[in-house]
């Protein structure tokens, strides 16, 4: 994606060689040692070249061609009369030393580029040992003390602590630390522990308070669903489960630092913040003028379920949607409490991934979340993917009441932990998501985006193009097969019965070539793809400023897929994290990524100049319908509607 070197880079050369030249020359008539006179060749060369690439590389030059051009001649016209002053006053040619500059200029880049190439081999290498075909999914292979430190847990009211980390808000004070250059506060409580007469009800504000807490370790997971590729297996997890963590840069800005919120990934049954997948500290590390926070909110039974049938339901009238209020509650701490760390609580940016931004579609429309971010970035996520009406969520809680041998809200009430999460996890394929409530979001998202509901959000939508081997890859090949059917089942019923014959003739068709399975999850990867596309479309009509992304990276290894989990290791820069999860990020796409993602977080246009990226063209990010396209270790913009459209008419019922 770079150019190993630039026209830039030979127009650098010119002056770097008067520097090296003059340097060692004008040196050696003052009859200094040799060494000494190599000295002062290197710190005048030095010093010459960074001057100059920091004017030649610099925003006021790179934006505009006729600066560029005055700035090359410029460069061209120094040179000629320093070698012609070197000739005539010291005897001494110039070229020469220009000659050198040049070998370094092309030698220097491609040197680095094959010690990359060989460092990225050999993580290659060191993944295919892990992951042969990648038929197995996600394995992780963590040591003992990795785990253990990453259970490691907050003390309440320690009592000594370094005031240079304390950060006093109206809930009580955080004492963080420094972590990889960025100063982290970790485990923060953003509502009361959702634990005792407090399970299944909404979140509750904290009380004001004085009191210092150690916040340094991640808090606990949610209760999920643990299947073989899900890495949070091996963190703790709890009821008490509502905190947040936060990242913030050391550098000092004058102004406020915009925020940006993410939301993780994990269908609304696993998943949690503490998945280095999103961590934050290489993305607040590269760009000190953000403040990066990420929570945990309740999943599976206890966060998406309806007992509104069972006896004494009426008393948990907020379960429907237990998730989302959570998810609000935190978006609301955030705004009250963020500018203690920085961050300015009138530009918040929530980004989300599959089940994350899924969440923000819909909050994007809840009339309780209302005014608390500005912007949203969404990959893999769209309302079609809720329920229409609480039906799931009902059977949900009578296979609950069957499964532990219980009757009433009051019985349920008295089950500890493991005996529920043992439950929920043999009633995995039943669980329930996020669902239309007339109370709390309409109950056509898409029709209140086409009305202008979120108008008021600026949005960048992310399409992966194969989500599915993915998907397979955190639950297993066993568990995919059953989802994979009743997902087609439910999409079936869901749309209209012209529409039937066409996904029945395109799986046919893709069975000609491959299997069915392999048939049915491309198609199920197209639905959703086309669910995500009609909503910028929505969004769009409806006044919103709308960016697309579409992923069409191909995976290292085919069987792990590539998508959600590539495209936020490489947005925020979590290089390791993805390595974990058999995959090499691509460094180049990653930079260029991030920077636009930078951009959209601080308001700024989705545009670089020339060298704003050493090597990188200008660039703009079209509007929507224009999407930015990563493939092939490539970026460009273009349309992508001919790559969704392979069903005919399929997206007109959506």
């Not at 069972?310 to 998810?327: E, H, K």
Request: negative net charge; glycine residues 8%; charged residues 25%.
């Amino acid at each position: 994606m770079k150019k190993l070197f630039t026209i830039d880079d030979f127009m650098i050369a010119f002056v770097s060689a008067l520097g090296y030249g003059y340097g060692e020359t004008i040196s050696k008539v003052f009859g200094l040692p040799d060494w000494l006179c190599l000295v002062i060749c290197f710190a005048v060369g030095i010093a010459v070249e960074e001057l100059i690439s920091a004017i030649v590389f610099s925003k006021t030059v790179q934006k505009s061609p006729k600066k560029r051009f005055v700035t090359y001649v410029s460069i061209l016209a120094a040179f000629l009369i320093g070698h012609t002053v070197s000739i005539i006053w010291l005897g001494e040619s110039m070229l020469e030393h220009l000659t050198e500059e040049f070998v370094f200029a092309v030698v220097l880049p491609i040197i680095g580029f094959f010690v990359n190439l060989l460092i990225r081999r050999y993580h290659i290498m060191k993944i295919r040992e892990v992951y042969d075909d990648g038929n197995d999914g996600f394995v992780f292979d963590l040591n003992d003390e990795d785990i253990e430190e990453t259970n490691e847990q907050n003390k309440s009211n320690p009592v000594e602590y370094d005031v240079d980390y304390a950060i006093k808000t109206r809930t009580g004070i955080y004492v963080g630390e420094e972590y990889k250059g960025v100063n982290v506060y970790f485990g923060i409580p953003y509502a009361k522990p959702p634990v005792g007469k407090l399970r299944w009800k909404a979140p509750e504000p904290l009380p004001s308070s004085q009191k210092v807490f150690e916040a340094k370790n991640f808090g606990a997971s949610a209760i999920q669903v643990e299947h073989k590729g899900i890495i949070l297996k091996n963190h703790r997890q709890s009821e008490d489960c509502l905190s947040l963590n936060i990242y913030v840069g050391k550098e000092k800005t004058k102004s406020k630092k915009p925020v940006v919120v993410l939301f993780h990934n994990g269908d609304f049954t696993y998943g949690g913040s503490v998945d280095p997948l999103v961590y934050g500290e290489n993305f607040v590390g590269s760009h000190q003028d953000i403040v990066f926070v990420s929570f945990n909110y309740r999943l599976g039974i206890f966060g998406f379920i309806d007992f509104s049938e069972v006896p004494g339901g009426d008393a948990f009238p907020d379960t429907l949607n237990l998730g989302l209020l959570d998810q609000i509650a935190a978006l609301e701490w955030i705004k009250e409490n963020i500018a203690a760390f920085g961050g300015d609580p009138d530009r918040i940016t929530v980004m989300g991934f599959e089940s994350g931004a899924v969440s923000i579609c819909m909050l994007a429309v809840c009339k309780k979340a209302k005014g608390l971010f500005q912007k949203a970035f969404v990959f893999d996520g769209n309302p079609k993917m809720v329920y229409g009406a609480p039906t799931v969520s009902r059977d949900l809680a009578k296979k609950l009441l069957e499964e532990t041998h219980t009757a009433s809200m009051d019985e349920l009430m008295r089950l500890d932990t493991e005996t529920l999460k043992d439950a929920s996890q043999r009633l995995w394929r039943y669980m329930s998501v996020p669902t239309y409530d007339e109370t709390f979001v309409p109950a056509d998202v898409y029709e209140a985006y086409h009305n202008g509901v979120a108008a008021d959000i600026e949005f960048i939508i992310g399409i992966p193009s194969n989500e599915s081997n993915v998907t397979r890859s955190f639950i297993g090949n066993y568990n995919y097969e059953k989802l994979l059917s009743d997902g087609l089942t439910d999409i079936l019923n869901d749309i209209e019965n012209s529409a039937v014959a066409e996904v029945q003739k395109y799986i046919e068709v893709q069975k000609e070539s491959t299997s069915e399975l392999e048939a049915r999850s491309k198609f199920i990867d197209k639905w959703i793809a086309l669910g995500n596309y009609r909503g910028a479309v929505k969004l769009s009509e409806g006044g919103n400023k709308v960016h697309l992304m579409y992923w069409d990276e191909k995976p290292l290894i085919e069987n792990l897929g590539s998508g959600t989990v590539n495209a936020a290791a490489v947005l925020l820069g979590n290089e390791e994290a993805l390595q974990l999860y058999g995959s090499v990020m691509d460094n180049d796409i990653s930079e260029i990524l991030q920077t636009l993602l930078h951009k959209f977080i601080k308001g700024n246009a989705l545009k670089l100049y020339n060298n704003e990226i050493k090597g990188v063209d200008a660039f703009d990010w079209k509007k929507f319908p224009k999407a930015l396209i990563v493939k092939d270790n490539k970026i460009f913009c273009g349309k992508i509607e001919d790559k969704l459209n392979e069903i005919n008419d399929l997206s007109i019922s959506l």
